[in-house]
């Protein structure tokens, strides 16, 4: 059974010798790729091993880099970003009533002065439920501001019930004057100095978040003298007491001043909608000359129509004054208290305090985009006039402005505004204020 079949290994012996033969010749070709094999067989994780040897020394290569690497130094430049940055000094600046302590300060003085700056210290602790701010201003024409008011934001501890107490230094340097009615001529304009002392306190109610009352008392001390441009001329080279009331005698007057306030905006810093209303009334009194005693009356209206979730709103502003005064008994209103446009606020295409004289009516009318973040844009209208009679209390012979101004807004409070204004000149007025207009 098991026996070698000798007929069929006979039978196929030339078969089975060359297929001997030709796996002799093969042999060579099959130990060559033994040979080949062999070490990748017998070392099967070297090529493993060596890219992670490489990895490790090329990390170690950097962590030895990474370990020498020093950041530049700062230069003086960055080092005052971060030192800004740190210190909140732009929030300081432009949003102050957030802050307290002392803080730099922008603008607040009156248009036409230039650049203004200073500082101011507020304190809420100093004296027990008392608010004590303190301003100091100087502007690039030596306009000065310095004062000292003390807030009770809850008088006798009664809701809504406040107090506050204010004395303050003025000085205008070189504040512009035309001639008093609307058909003053550019010609004629002059300069003069303008000092004053106030001192005044106030008791109001806040009836309601949007519903507030109250009536203040002062006195205040007047001096004119020449001005200090002297690219013009100077008041009294080309006025007197009849062409410029009081110009001369510098009166010192007391005051009352009553008010009422309607608002319901949304952020009176920078509204996006809603209505603001205001009356007040001032009655002065002359006790030193008996001839400038004299009311004024005025009103201003708000309005914002808001669209686009906000983005974009219509702005509208009214406002109006008139002086009441009894010529009968001799008493005028002095020059340098007229109300007046032009300037920054009101008729942004002529120059300030261009036109005075004892009543006006004004219209401002823009519409807003916010263009980016911080900026917000506007197209603006300004219309408005200055008249003696109170016949002439109507809507013919209005001066008008027009322009474009930018904005450089949080959503609660402009804090730079920068409007180009024309009017009766292909060239525009620049206005560059640390304020809204309204």
């Known amino acids: 059974m098991w026996g070698i079949d000798l007929h069929f290994f006979s039978k196929h012996l030339d078969s089975i010798q060359m297929l001997s033969a030709r796996a002799f010749f093969r042999l060579p070709g099959m130990f060559l790729i033994f040979l080949l094999i062999l070490p990748a067989a017998s070392y099967p994780d070297t090529g493993k091993e060596t890219a992670e040897t490489r990895q490790a020394l090329l990390k170690q290569m950097r962590m030895e880099k990474f370990a020498t690497i020093k950041p530049p130094d700062p230069g003086t430049l960055e080092n005052s970003v971060i030192y800004v940055q740190r210190k909140r000094m732009v929030e300081k600046i432009f949003m102050g009533n957030l802050f307290y302590g002392f803080r730099p300060t922008m603008g ?207 702005a509208i502003r009214g406002k109006t004054a008139a002086v009441f005064v009894n010529r009968e008994e001799g008493h005028e209103v002095p020059f340098f208290m007229f109300p007046y446009l032009g300037g920054s606020n009101s008729l942004r295409g002529y120059r300030e305090y261009r036109f005075m004289d004892e009543n006006f009516i004004l219209l401002n009318v823009e519409y807003r985009w916010k263009a980016a973040i911080p900026l917000e844009m506007a197209l603006f209208l300004d219309l408005g006039k200055v008249f003696h009679n109170l016949e002439e209390y109507d809507a013919s012979d209005l001066r008008y402005s027009y322009g474009l101004g930018f904005r450089f807004a949080s959503y609660q409070k402009v804090f730079l505004r920068l409007d180009f204004g024309w009017a009766e000149s292909a060239t525009p007025r620049v206005w560059f204020k640390f304020e809204k207009i309204f």
């Open 108 to 314: 607040g003085l009156e248009t036409g002065s230039g650049l203004a700056g200073g500082a101011v210290y507020q304190n809420k602790t100093l004296i027990p439920g008392i608010h004590v701010t303190s301003n100091l201003r100087v502007s690039t024409r030596l306009y000065q501001k310095y004062d000292l008011a003390f807030d009770m934001p809850s008088l006798f501890d009664m809701e809504g019930l406040y107090a506050r107490i204010y004395g303050g230094y003025r000085l205008a340097t070189q504040r512009d004057y035309y001639g008093l009615g609307a058909d003053s001529s550019k010609s004629n304009r002059v300069n003069y100095l303008d000092e004053n002392v106030e001192i005044s306190g106030t008791v109001g109610k806040r009836w309601f978040h949007w519903l507030d009352t109250w009536l203040t008392a002062g006195y205040l001390s007047t001096y004119l003298a020449s001005g200090k441009n002297t690219s013009i001329p100077s008041v009294e080279d080309l006025f007197d007491d009849e062409t410029a009331p009081g110009l001369s005698q510098s009166p010192n007057l007391y005051y009352l001043r009553p008010g009422i306030q309607f608002d319901i905006r949304d952020f009176p810093g920078n509204p996006h909608a809603g209505t603001m209303l205001c009356f007040v009334a001032s009655i002065y009194r002359d006790r030193q000359f008996d001839t400038f005693s004299f009311t004024d009356f005025s009103f201003e209206f708000e309005q914002f129509i808001p669209f686009k979730k906000k983005y974009r709103r219509i």
